[in-house]
Each structure stands twice: as structure tokens, then as C-alpha cells.
């Protein structure tokens, strides 16, 4: 089983900053894809951030220009820096891992439990 462990989430004021990290950790053979994803309450989960094993990123509308998404493959863990915070933000963060485990050629995807963002005005 392949496990992400995320951290970083908290409450902050709006226009400020959060750094979410999420840690990839289990039998991986190769990680092909990276995401953040957050549910409001009362709402659908959205997608809020890919990267791919290449580095290339893409953004939902709302966040461009605002978040950034980064990588260090060697420790399997990646960043999503947040800055100039909405209130509209306020979610649960989760990361999403799609990976190939050492056990199968076929890619899968996992989960992290999820972390609290919540930006007051």
C-alpha cells in the first residue's frame, strides 16, 4: 500500500500565506503524477493542481498566479505554496498520488487523508 501523508493546513487570515506538503511513501515504483485537490464544505472536490513525473504543472483558473506546485522527486514529497489567500479557499486539501507499485505494470491512485485550510476575512 502506498501512503501520503499531507501537512501544512491551518487557519490564516486573507491575503496570507500556507505552504501544504504532501510525503509518498509505500512499495512505489515510479510516481507518474502528483495533485491537490479541495472540497468546500457543500460543494464537489475540484481539482486545484497536477505535476507530472516531467515537472510540468497545470492550475485550476481560480488559483493561477497564486499557488505554486513543486516537487522533489528524490523524497517523493511535493509543495503547493499558497499566497494572497481567499476566503473562497477555505477547503480540505487532499493529495493525490497516481503510481505504479512494485507489484504490477498497472498505474494507481491514492490519497492522503486530507488537510484543513480555512482563510478568515
Known amino acids: 500500500q502506498v501512503q501520503l501523508v499531507e501537512s501544512g493546513g491551518g487557519l490564516v487570515q486573507a491575503g496570507g500565506s500556507l505552504r501544504l506538503s504532501c510525503a509518498a511513501s509505500g512499495n512505489i515504483f515510479r510516481i507518474n503524477a502528483m495533485g491537490w485537490y479541495r472540497q468546500a464544505p457543500g460543494k464537489q472536490r475540484e481539482l486545484v493542481a497536477v505535476i507530472t513525473s516531467g515537472g510540468s504543472t497545470n492550475y485550476a483558473d481560480s488559483v493561477k498566479g497564486r499557488f505554486t506546485f513543486s516537487r522533489d522527486n528524490a523524497k517523493n514529497t511535493v509543495s503547493l505554496q499558497m499566497n494572497s489567500l481567499k476566503p473562497e479557499d477555505t477547503a480540505v486539501y487532499y493529495c493525490?498520488?497516481?503510481?505504479?507499485?512494485?507489484?504490477?505494470?498497472?498505474?494507481?491512485?491514492?490519497w492522503g487523508q486530507g488537510t484543513q485550510v480555512t482563510v478568515s476575512s
Open positions: 493525490q498520488s497516481k503510481v505504479v507499485v512494485t507489484t504490477t505494470v498497472f498505474e494507481r491512485t491514492y
